[in-house]
């Protein structure tokens, strides 16, 4: 698989449920981003992973929001208490880290949430 | 902190028309500058960058960039368009402040290319 990978595709929730999604990254790719993009709008930076470490979080990332990377290898991102206003495309991308490693930003296709 | 502007939301053409698509920044260090293009049903993709170098730079299906670092601006251009051009399209600009290198990105144009 050449591509960063996330699953699931679409997920309907009702308010006050929790949800999780998953992201595989590129294998080689040591850093994870997660963004958020809702419509009408360019995607918004919420969370940063280098291997396993959590190294930057948006304020957007409030605390019903946790992710996780385990191993450095996939990620989760997980919602807890799920509002109407979380309703959004979750985005993840994957890059190396080097002294250009924005040259390896990929993108997956993200996972939808609709929150009823 | 950064922010982009994209000021045209929905632009239309007919094929073979010209292109330009605004973008604009506000940061006033060294920034990576990039256009990203969204077809509909697919996860972004990455359409060009601006690291160093020649301000004008090309990149995939015939599009172009050129940096103006006065104006502080990034516009993309096309000669001439094609259907298979529509899509959604975003400036995005990162800082290279910082270890996270995270996108800020505009709220994106979208592009309809009329046959």
């Known amino acids: ?61 409030s605390d019903r929001f946790s992710a996780e990377r385990p191993k450095g290898s996939f990620s989760t991102l997980e919602i807890q208490r799920t509002e109407q206003g979380d309703s959004a495309m979750y985005l993840c991308a994957s890059s190396s880290m080097g002294l250009r490693d924005t040259y390896g930003y990929t993108f997956g296709s993200g996972t939808r949430l609709t929150v009823v | 902190a950064q922010s982009v502007s994209q000021h045209n939301h929905h632009v239309i053409l007919s094929e073979a028309a010209s292109l330009e698509l605004g973008c604009n920044y506000s940061y006033g260090g060294t920034v990576n500058l990039f256009w990203y293009v969204q077809y509909p049903g697919q996860h972004l993709q990455l359409l060009l960058k601006y690291f160093s170098g020649d301000p004008l730079v090309k990149g995939i299906k015939g599009f172009e960039a050129e940096f103006i670092k006065s104006k502080f601006s990034f516009n993309l251009r096309k000669p001439s368009v094609q259907w298979s051009d529509t899509a959604e399209y975003f400036c995005a600009v990162t800082s290279l402040s910082g270890s996270a290198r995270q996108l800020t990105f505009g709220s994106g144009t979208q592009l309809t290319v009329l046959p």
């Open chain 1, 1 to 61: 698989d050449t591509g960063v990978s996330q699953n699931p595709r679409h997920k309907i929730t009702k308010r006050g449920q929790n949800v999780t999604f998953r992201c595989d990254p590129i294998s080689e790719h040591n850093r994870l981003y997660w963004y958020r993009q809702t419509l009408g709008q360019g995607p918004e930076f919420l969370t940063y992973f280098q291997n396993e470490a959590q190294l930057e979080k948006s304020r957007l990332l």
